[in-house]
């Protein structure tokens, strides 16, 4: 079943919705622009789904370069959750969010919480979400613990096979 305005053999030339056998097709110009396949899988600018592990739900192809947009309203947050339940923390146990307030990158992991901020500065912050001045200078890098024993910072290098590793600097 094609649903279409002026049609040239069972398609629009412009616009139409198709629904056939394994998939419904959204089409824009004489061309396909999205489908949703017999799996639900949802296809946009591409006949064919993303990595078949764990990429094919939502799949985006272009022929140059391709992206996604989450447009918020100034001051407010976008953000991806990832779940693996439909209640409580599971909904959201990892997420990557942008907060437009402060103008930081967020990542949330296992229990939902922050554990990694990108401020607008560019410093990125491990284990606390406040900047820490350390002699009048902010660091790039800050990793913070609950306790000495637990905020661990190591440089590890690898040379011809052979590893060094400079001590807790914490």
Known sequence: ???????????DNNRAMAFEAT???FIEGGSEKARIDSSGRLLIGTT????????????????D????????GTGHKGTIYFSDGTSGA??????????????SLRFAAGDGTEKVRIDS????????????????HVPRLQVTGTNYGNAYFYVTTVVEHDYSTLPNLG
Do not use: M, P
């Open 121 to 136: 500065a560019g410093n990125v912050l491990v284990g606390s979400s406040d900047n820490r001045t350390i002699n009048s």
């Open 90 to 103: 599971a909904e959201y146990k990892g997420s990557v969010q942008y907060d437009h307030n402060d103008d």
């Open 23 to 25: 998939q419904f097709e």
């Open 65 to 72: 370069h391709a992206g996604i947009t989450l447009r918020t």
């Open 1 to 11: 079943v094609v649903l279409a305005s002026e049609t040239n053999n069972g398609r």
């Open 48 to 63: 064919t789904e993303g990595l078949g592990t764990y990429g094919e739900d939502l799949t985006i192809g272009s022929s």
